[in-house]
């Protein structure tokens, strides 16, 4: 499922929406980073654990790798801020 389109769009979104070259240079490069076999591995992972936990499918809470190794369930929002800016 596709992401909504926002009203308000973040800087970045308004920069790519102007700028067509730089969108299929930045889609070119998230294409080819994605389909390393290091990024497939890591989706794997992750989605195996979801099936171990009986969680797959199932929309909900997200499963992510620890800083020192194994997994751990948290909400999608604190999973995905973490390394990025405060808003």
Do not use: F, W
Not at 24 to 37: G, L, M
């Amino acid at each position: 499922m596709a992401p909504r389109k926002s009203a308000k769009p973040k800087k970045s979104a308004q920069y790519y929406a102007k700028n067509p070259k730089a969108k299929a240079k930045k889609k070119a490069y998230d294409t080819k980073y994605h389909k390393s076999a290091k990024r497939k591995k890591y989706r794997a992972d992750l989605q195996k654990e979801r099936v171990r936990r009986g969680i797959a499918g199932k929309g909900g809470n997200d499963v992510s790798h620890k800083k020192g190794g194994g997994y751990t369930v948290e909400s999608p929002s604190k999973n995905r801020a973490r390394n990025r800016g405060k808003r």
